[in-house]
């Protein structure tokens, strides 16, 4: 079984930091699990659900150590690698390239007149 793509977005409640989606082998989708932050570091949470008697038990969850680790992995380097090109694009500046044309044989009032359309750019 291989995780085909993982989706994540970022939230912020409390302790969860984002939702995500994992695919497997293009055929099996497991939504909503959660991006928490512990007091360990983060982890993922599993889907869940709250009884009527207010415990809450796993809509879908791993049965073995290695599958919880491989899910919990590929979710956490989505995580972080959106918050990464999030944070770069916020620090991403924008330049915007003005050209003037002259011909060779400009009259001076015409390169006046061009030099200060091009200084209000």
């Known amino acids: ?12 409640m409390n302790m969860v930091k984002g939702l995500a989606s994992v695919v497997f082998d293009d055929c099996f989708v497991v939504h909503d699990l959660r991006v928490v932050d512990g007091d360990r ?8 659900r ?8 796993d809509i879908a969850h791993p049965l073995n ?7 919990q992995e590929a979710v ?12 770069s694009r916020k620090n991403q500046r ?3 390239v ?3 044309r002259m011909s060779p044989n400009i009259d001076t009032n015409d390169l006046n007149t ?8």
């Open 50 to 57: 709250k009884l009527p008697n207010g415990e809450f038990k």
């Open 94 to 96: 924008v330049v915007e």
């Open 41 to 48: 570091g983060y982890f993922v949470a599993m889907p869940s």
């Open 114 to 121: 061009k030099m200060k359309n091009a200084i209000k750019f």
């Open 98 to 100: 003005k050209e003037i």
């Open 76 to 87: 956490l380097k989505a995580f972080f690698q959106m918050k990464k090109e999030k944070e």
């Open 65 to 71: 150590q290695e599958t919880r680790d491989m899910i």
């Open 1 to 12: 079984m291989k995780i085909t793509r993982v989706t994540v977005r970022e939230i912020d």
